[in-house]
T-cell receptor, first 115, second 111 residues
Framework: DTGVSQDPRHKITKRGQNVTFRCDPI?????LYWYRQTLGQGPEFLTY????????KSRLLSDRFSAERPKGSFSTLEIQRTEQGDSAMYLC?????????????FGSGTQLSVL | QQQVKQSPQSLIVQKGGISIINCAYE??????FPWYQQFPGKGPALLIA?????SEKKEGRFTISFNKSAKQFSLHIMDSQPGDSATYFC??????????FGTGTRLKVLA
């Protein structure tokens, strides 16, 4: 168990560029989440995968955001045509999905800065 | 999305004191209430959690008190230590997987 790994840790991009983030969850975890966190705020739900199926995508996400989890393993989050408002910490979490006692294991996040 | 309101925004406590963080919610469909601790540069980590049919849960120095009728719950940190200095988030689960987080409380414990 090496924990949830996210890459890159930091990304600086110019407005209008596309960016892609990767998340490697804990290997036996079937649930995978993406959250966004801005300074001074709590994590905000973006999307959820049960194995390879994306079961929910937040209405806060525009069509510029897309996420995948091929074969129920790693996941990618892509943002197209980035805007300054996309600047945030993007957190990935995974879990085994117990009814009670569920523990989300978060990665250290990818800090995105859009100039 | 459904809100979870957290207070205070920041808290300063002397070493050995009790830290108390409060959360309130509106959606009675929430069925699981965890607390997460986050250190700078790290993702949140689960600290303790409670089900709504339990009024209190204690793990070491950390206690959750839950008031279902008032739709409020709180985290108590007994004998607070400088190593507890972090940001704490309450959360509530909606459905079987969606977690709604509070806005966080930045705790500083003075040595």
């Amino acid at each position: 168990d090496t924990g949830v790994s996210q890459d890159p840790r930091h990304k600086i991009t110019k407005r209008g560029q596309n960016v892609t983030f990767r998340c490697d969850p804990i290997s036996e975890h079937n649930r995978l989440y993406w959250y966004r966190q801005t300074l001074g705020q709590g994590p905000e739900f973006l999307t959820y995968f049960q194995n390879e199926a994306q079961l929910e995508k937040s209405r806060l996400l525009s069509d510029r955001f897309s996420a995948e989890r091929p074969k129920g393993s790693f996941s990618t989050l892509e943002i197209q045509r980035t805007e300054q408002g996309d600047s945030a910490m993007y957190l990935c979490a995974s879990s085994l999905g117990r009814e009670f006692g569920e523990k989300l294991f978060f990665g250290s996040g990818t800090q995105l800065s859009v100039l | 999305q459904q809100q979870v309101k957290q207070s205070p925004q920041s808290l300063i406590v002397q070493k050995g004191g009790i830290s108390i963080i409060n959360c309130a919610y509106e959606n009675t469909a929430f069925d699981y209430f965890p607390w997460y601790q986050q250190f700078p540069g790290k993702g949140p980590a689960l600290l303790i959690a409670i089900r709504p049919d339990v009024s209190e849960k204690k793990e070491g120095r950390f206690t959750i008190s839950f008031n279902k009728s008032a739709k409020q719950f709180s985290l108590h940190i007994m004998d607070s230590q400088p190593g507890d200095s972090a940001t704490y988030f309450c959360a509530a689960r909606q459905g079987t997987y969606k977690y709604i987080f509070g806005t966080g409380t930045r705790l500083k414990v003075l040595a």
